[in-house]
């Protein structure tokens, strides 16, 4: 074990003082029509799918959606197109994509058409989702009959006014944890004034632009977009107003990219410890304990707000603090030593009791087992992350339930005592199939160590 012997320090995050965020962000945008009614390609000729075949099988799965512009073009997001760090494919590349027109499901009918090009806006931004629009050029030109049409998209400059009624549509889960329908959905929404949409993803850090628009149902969540329509139209009066994307959860108020659940504003770095204060010996969140000021904040030199890696810091406070019966020093697990798999362990923290939730005043603790590396990778890998072997994963397989949320990141995943994992980042909260990923504590217990005793 590795006791803390120096009682000015905090262990914590490197993500926490990046920036205000929910806990998770967002490893793949979220692609889902929330709450979808059934209907027919007949109603909406104008769609299209876009089928990747994302390990280079042949086997082209749907996507993406867009909207059929011209006989040989088609408009969607350039997101659905860009670059997999995981594989390592260059998903700009014609050869990775199918496009299916006049068919109302997903996996069959209509027909398949080649790709000849993709040409996503240059100025596009990955990671703020600026510019996200991009135009898939197909081989042979489309033969239009009632289920396959050209859309119609709105005039440069025009603005739909807030309040407006609108129609998602498209192939996204009906639920968060659910599969993909088969069979098109639609579902009606309203556009939300762009000062209110604006102030309420300001909160988590994240910038609404001026070539952004927000749709959904103020207060009251339920219908949206989710995975699967990504790219696909919101349409009012029968024009295309937006190629959606999305970073929140399904059927939630709000909720981030490789990306879990948040953007970044990259006018703000909370690395400066004037932002922060520290309480400890407190059971609730709004008072009690003692209040500390932070000296200086140390995150780790190889954290990756992208990716995650190394999401590891020390803050360090003004005093020290004074121990007691509420205030003691915890200890953290030998450098190297790895937790088995299935091992009860409990969790801590102030985070949300669920998604769309309020934090809770009082301190909240569960219990989670931690999961076996290579099942949490692989699951992962389905949607692009990369879980390292400096990361541990812990839930409850295939049965989801407790899970770290947003509030908790930064708090500590406890084994027989020892601190053993930092809440890190995760695909939404309570996943069944996606656990909670946290960073893993003896990966760095010899670069904590080192970091405390020459920053005293």
Known sequence: MAKMHWYSVVLCLGLCFLQVHTQFYNFNILTRVIQGIPTQI????????????????????????GVILTSRHVLSAAHCFQHNDHTGRNYTHPKYWKIRVGSTYRSGGGVLHNLKTIIPHRGFDKYFYTNDIAIAVVSKPFSFNSNVRQGTII?????????SLCTL??????????????????TNLFTIDQHICAMRYNTIGAVIQDSMMCAGRVDAGGPDGCFGDSGGPLLYKGLVNTIHFTTHIMGKKGVIPFVKDFYYDPFKCYTHPKYWKIRVGSTYRSGGGVLHNLKTIIPHRGFDKYFYTNDIAIAVVSKPFSFNSNVRQGTIIKQGVEVKPDSLCTLVGWGVLEPDGPQPEQLQHTNLFTIDQHICAMRYNTIGAVIQDSMMCAGRVDAGGPDGCF???????????LVVGIVSFGYSCGHRYFPGVYTKVSHYTNWVLKTVNSNK
């Open 42 to 65: 007949e109603r909406y000729p104008i769609l299209a799918q876009l089928l990747l075949d994302a390990w280079g099988t042949q086997e082209f799965i749907q996507h993406c959606a």
């Open 155 to 163: 005039k440069q400059g025009v603005e739909v006014k807030p309040d």
């Open 169 to 186: 549509v498209g192939w996204g889960v009906l639920e968060p944890d659910g599969p993909q329908p088969e069979q098109l959905q639609h």
């Open 407 to 417: 509030g908790d990141s930064g708090g500590p995943l406890l084994y027989k005592g």
